[in-house]
């Protein structure tokens, strides 16, 4: 070849991705680049960035018992917890107040792993930039909690199995207490000398779920 | 329609005659001429940031501004306003003078040259007879400026920068001057207005690019217009990698801008004169004589701007070496092969002519490979 072909030819290699630049889609060769704000690329299912509380209907009616499980488990120790009492000073099962810490929050996903109660999971939310992080980025129970319709909106395959498990649980406890109310119904029979079994009891109510 | 600008300052002067004395017309004159350009000076560079980006960006696969209005058209806005409100820097040890002047003295000739580059017909701001060579002593002059630049910011790299620009504006001068004369002689005039004249003919395509040694010419004067205006792949006076940012390493603010400024403008102006010399300045069917030269120009922009997405930057030595070695002797050959085009008939001389050039440029591309040490091999190495 002669002197400056391979110039010609490097010339040819820009000019082919400049038209292709306006003429072709992304997989062959043309712009790949997705402008952000207005256009966005289809979230991937397995994302994870910040917890949220789940609740289920409303949000008097959330999942978290205030067992502070996932308060003790998280490296960073980003989750503070505390329970309600009602009037009477008896403890309810619900926090009064659960705050994350986005500043400190490392999103390692422990806290969803570690909840035996299916209360609190990974969210989507990654858009969280803010002018204030003493105030703003301290989420409170209230800006945490969001419903069950949201977690089947963002992972809608691990949101149908976990309910499909909490149902079963439920049915499971609603069969023994059932069969608890049977068994309470009928006269006890006199107990069999030798033979001292004990009426089935039923199974705790918040029996921790292997994941 | 061909007429448009010029009727426009026509009748602005008919207007301005109602009111004022002979002699203030012409004044009046001159003033529409320098205020046009001085308008269009700075505007077309601040079009020009934007072209650049925008191609380069294509040609990376990526989308160029866009963000600043429609296809981020006010972006060079946005960036004049950003520039004007950065803060002025000067080194402790710099010469504050020279610092000073620097900036302002790379203007000045990039926007004198545009009195002589013929936009269209009988739209040349000042037809000057020796058109040509003003062109190209005050296009020259940026040297000084940017060596003013460096040594007044009294910094290494800058210092490095300006030497190099020197070295380089000094090479590509002479193959620049010398690859003009073919020109010259076929027009017999230094004026610009009149080398356009002498490529009418043919449907407005009788530009001198068509013939051998003008082709040659033209590859050689382009070539050297982008060394001279210190654009990749000749841009090694201000080589980000090597040298931090060359002569304007000190400089920040309107300062930067203004050197940013010469150096597009002076892209525009090679272009345009190049235009000029070698396609048919504002020759042309159909299109109005002013488009004709713009879409010329701006053909060899964006051809300038390619070379920038495209080509690495050259070594010091090998830039060296194609000014002295290879575009030299070129233009040499040139000029003789022009020069007898006159003296031969028509087959003969065409023939002729690619031959001794396709030879001449075998021979300096032979002579000019770089020497490959043959292979060693150790026999008793093991």
Not at chain 1, 149 to 162: C, G, L, N, S, V
Request: glycine share 6%; net charge positive.
């Amino acid at each position: 070849m002669f002197f400056g072909s391979g110039v010609l030819r490097g010339l040819m290699v820009t000019f082919k991705n400049f038209i292709a630049s306006y003429f072709r889609p992304a997989n062959q060769g043309g712009l790949f680049t997705v402008e952000y704000p207005e256009k966005r690329l289809p979230e991937k299912e397995n994302f994870r960035n910040f917890p949220f509380l789940v609740y289920d209907g409303t949000p008097e009616n959330l999942r978290c018992v205030a067992c502070d499980i996932c308060a003790k488990e998280c490296p960073p120790k980003c989750i503070y917890i505390v329970r309600e009492f009602d009037k009477e000073g008896r403890p309810l099962k619900r926090p009064a107040t659960f705050d994350i810490d986005l500043t400190v929050c490392m999103n390692c996903g422990i806290c969803e792993e570690a909840c035996p109660f299916d209360a609190i999971y990974m969210d989507h939310e990654f858009e969280v930039a803010n002018a204030n992080r003493q105030e703003k980025l301290l989420y409170h129970r209230d800006d945490l909690l969001k419903s069950n319709e949201y977690f089947h909106k963002i992972r809608p395959t691990d949101a149908e199995a976990i309910d499909q498990r909490r149902r079963e649980a439920e049915e499971k406890k609603k069969a023994a207490a059932q069969a608890a109310a049977s068994k309470a119904a009928k006269p006890p029979e006199p107990p069999k000398p030798g033979n001292a079994t004990p009426p089935p009891s039923p199974p705790k109510p918040d029996q921790p779920e292997q994941k | 329609m061909d007429a448009l600008f010029v009727n426009l300052k026509q009748s602005m002067l008919n207007l301005a005659g109602v009111f004022l004395p002979e002699w203030m017309t012409l004044i009046t004159s001159m003033a529409i001429s320098m205020g046009a350009i001085a308008v269009l000076g700075p505007v077309i560079m601040m079009y020009l940031t934007l072209l650049e980006r925008k191609v380069v960006g294509r040609m990376q696969n990526r989308i160029g501004p866009n963000r600043v209005g429609k296809f981020g058209l006010l972006q060079p806005l946005a960036d004049g306003v950003k520039m004007l409100t950065k803060e002025d820097i000067i080194p402790r040890n710099a010469d504050p003078v020279t610092h000073l002047l620097a900036p302002i003295l790379i203007v000045a000739p990039a926007l004198l040259v545009f009195a002589v580059i013929p936009f269209g017909r009988n739209m040349t701001a000042v037809d000057l007879n020796v058109g040509l060579l003003y062109f190209i002593a005050v296009s020259s002059t940026t040297t000084i400026a940017i060596f003013m630049a460096s040594w007044g910011s009294r910094n290494k790299f800058s210092l490095l920068g300006g030497m190099r620009s020197v070295a380089q504006m000094v090479s590509y001068e002479i193959p620049m001057v010398l690859s003009v004369v073919p020109v010259i002689l076929a027009a017999q005039s230094l004026s610009t207005n009149t080398i356009v004249e002498a490529q009418s003919g043919w449907m407005g395509f009788n530009w001198f690019v068509f013939r051998p040694w003008g082709f040659v010419a033209f590859v050689i004067f382009f070539l050297c217009g982008v060394a001279e205006c210190n654009r990749s792949p000749f841009d090694l006076p201000e080589a980000e990698s090597e040298i931090v940012a060359g002569f304007h390493t000190e400089y920040s603010g309107m300062k930067f801008a203004l050197f940013y400024m010469a150096e597009f403008m002076n892209a525009f102006t090679i272009s345009a004169m190049t235009v000029t010399l070698f396609l048919g300045g504002w020759q042309g069917p159909i299109l109005p004589s002013w488009l004709w030269f713009t879409l010329k120009t701006f053909c060899l922009i964006f051809i300038m701007v390619w070379f920038r997405g495209t080509l690495p930057r050259l070594r010091v030595d090998q830039l060296m070496g194609l000014a002295w070695k290879f575009l030299l002797p070129l233009t040499f050959i040139n000029i003789f092969v022009a020069g007898s085009w006159y003296f031969a008939s028509l087959p003969v001389r065409i023939t002729s002519s690619i031959l001794i050039l396709g030879v001449s440029f075998w021979i300096f591309t032979q002579l000019n490979k770089p020497y490959v040490r043959e292979k060693r091999f150790y026999d008793l190495a093991d």
